[in-house]
């Protein structure tokens, strides 16, 4: 099968992988393809899961699964042979880590009792130098004459080989150039770009790693993640992030025997913070692949980075973060309304990086997130079209009992979780190329200066204080999302969403580089286009010895004497700055 199939193909494709169609690996290349593509199940026409529904679901699937590196993908009929004599194997996942690949096979039981009973058959090697730790991490021991080699079992079926693949940026381009309109590349990009089954589960049984290292001490914690990972808006590689509950059970009022318990020493913020440099000793110290562990303790909200290395997952860990849970199951249900808010959102979000206007970094550059809002502010309310989208105040008035939340520090996330009694505004037909093109107008000549963008209701208020940029946090409302962006961030912001409409619209044919493909590459032509765009960042980061430099037009001294003293001060400046470089270095 060519790398490179048409859209009516590899739709074709999406749908066998997304039903979960079991594939023997007897069909060679053409699984292996297949399976590398990374397509889910479609959203259209499927039933509406809530988030609490699907966390539990993924928890439970990941409860009952392993992860076992092998030497390649065919060990899969021996490991299956070995799994099956001890429980019901329900299916079998390969990916790989690494540029010299390290294989992996994730084999999902039928129940936890399953997995229970093969960590029982477990065991350690033998080496005084190793942490004897118990998880679900395994690796599969080569055969020898204690250990003969298994019969293979002609009934063992991969799932999926090469899960974890990425397109390559080519494949990405091809894919795009023969797509049939500017709509169908977005619902393309969005479908092969977006996290697959393989790396929800890879993400899950991450969570349950940590878990399960503190559950000796505190039998009902739950590690949550939420994010990009689950609110529906992430894409292959995204990070994982995690918030550690120690307990989260109801008090029982009932109860006549309490447990001793120690009490907090300082400041709850203090005791949070030696909590989390104990994980991060955890973490570090004890469970298998988890590496490069570093300690942010000082920030707003207390984290801990580390990097998974038998999953691949990049993971910030937190102890106090329950509102980021709810914020994801409320971009969660947003994303589920409406087919389109995804697709667009993977769009913008892709436009933004390919421009140079988001960074992985810190900084004062706009963000995943505030974009994510802009977006659902967006349509919420399009100034040429009828909403798509409920404001945060309407899901809050159709809340029931069930829906009520507080979190411990008092932030209420209370709305309603269940679509299916939502109303659906109906009306707006627009295609997701002219909400595209609508975007980028819209905002392109949005009064940042006076206003701020609210979700909670779907009108553009006032801005509370000075600022580039105010984006409203639909929960914690006295906190903008976007307070780091600068002005000159948000004016080149402004300015490429102008090239960016002015782009879309003045294509009359197809070229090489048509639809979505002309606006990726905006930077590197945007500043011929009408000198809106501004250099990229590193162009903006201004060297402090050109201060120094002589200047490009000719300068004019009144005597030789001036001209003397000018070069002195500048040549002893230039000389300091050097000084100071030296020292810094």
């Not at 699937?61 to 899969?76: D, G, L, P």
């Not at 900084?363 to 798509?388: D, E, M």
């Not at 010895?545 to 002589?550: H, R, W």
């Not at 000719?554 to 400046?573: A, W």
Request: aromatic share 8%; with cysteine.
């Amino acid at each position: 099968m060519s790398v490179f199939l048409s859209c009516h193909v590899r739709r074709g494709v999406q749908n066998a992988i997304g039903r979960n169609i079991k594939l023997n690996l007897n069909d060679g290349k053409n699984v292996r393809r297949m399976s590398s593509l990374k397509v889910t199940e479609t959203e259209k026409g499927t039933k509406f899961v809530a988030f609490a529904d699907m966390v539990s679901s993924r928890r439970a699937e990941a409860r009952r699964s392993i992860v076992v590196q092998v030497q390649s993908s065919q060990s899969f009929k021996e490991l299956h042979a070995y799994c099956s004599s001890v429980g019901s194997v329900k299916q079998m996942l390969h990916y790989t880590v690494g540029v010299e690949p390290m294989n992996f096979i994730v084999v999902e039981f039928a129940s936890e009792k399953d997995v229970t009973s093969i960590l029982d058959k477990s065991s350690y090697v033998e080496d005084s130098q190793i942490i004897p730790v118990h998880s679900q991490f395994l690796w599969f021991r080569a055969s020898n004459r204690k250990l003969p080699k298994l019969k293979q079992s002609k009934t063992a079926i991969l799932n999926a080989e090469n899960g974890n693949n990425n397109l390559t940026a080519a494949e990405i381009v091809d894919l795009l150039k023969k797509c049939d309109s500017v709509s169908d590349q977005m619902k393309q990009l969005y479908d092969f770009t977006k996290l697959n089954d393989l790396g929800t589960r890879l993400r899950f049984l991450t969570a349950c790693q940590v878990e399960d290292a503190v559950r000796g001490m505190f039998p009902s914690a739950k590690a949550f993640p939420f994010g990009s990972s689950v609110n529906g808006f992430g894409k292959m590689e995204c990070d994982l992030d995690l918030v550690l509950r120690l307990s989260d059970e109801k008090v029982k009022s009932d109860a006549r025997l309490m447990f001793h318990c120690k009490a907090l020493v300082g400041s709850e913020r203090s005791a949070s913070q030696r909590n989390m440099e104990a994980m991060g000793d955890l973490l570090q110290l004890f469970l298998p692949g988890c590496s490069h562990v570093r300690r942010i303790l000082q920030a707003r909200v207390p984290i801990i980075k580390y990097h998974q290395q038998l999953t691949d997952v990049e993971c910030d860990l937190s102890m106090s973060n329950m509102s980021g849970v709810h914020m994801s199951d409320f971009l969660y249900i947003m994303g589920s309304i409406d087919d389109r808010v995804r697709p667009l959102i993977f769009t913008i979000r892709k436009w933004a990086c390919e421009i140079g206007l988001t960074n992985s970094s810190p900084g004062r550059w706009i963000t995943n997130f505030s974009l994510t809002l802009l977006v659902l502010a967006f349509l919420q309310k399009p100034p040429h079209s009828p909403p798509i989208l409920p404001s945060l105040n309407n899901l809050v008035k159709l809340a029931d009992s069930t829906d009520h939340y507080m979190t411990e520090d008092g932030i209420n996330c209370t709305f309603l979780r269940n679509i299916n009694k939502l109303k659906k505004p109906a009306g707006n037909k627009e295609s997701l190329e002219s909400l595209l093109k609508e975007f980028f107008e819209f905002y392109s000549h949005f009064d940042f200066t006076s206003k701020a963008v609210c979700l909670n209701e779907p009108v553009a208020i006032t801005k509370p204080e000075h600022c580039a940029m105010y984006i409203v946090n639909p929960l914690e409302r006295g906190l903008n999302v976007s307070k780091n962006v600068g002005l000159e961030e948000l004016d080149r912001f402004k300015v490429e969403a102008r090239n960016a409409a002015w782009l879309l619209e003045s294509q009359e044919h197809k070229t090489e580089n048509w639809g979505l493909l002309s606006i990726f590459e905006n930077k590197r032509k945007s500043n011929n286009l009408f000198n809106f765009a501004f250099p990229n960042k590193q162009a903006r980061l201004m060297e402090v010895s050109t201060l120094f430099e002589n200047e490009a037009a000719p300068v004019e001294f009144k005597n030789e004497s001036v001209k003397k003293q000018v070069e002195s001060i500048r040549n002893e400046k230039k000389q300091k700055l050097k000084e100071i470089q030296k020292l810094n270095r």
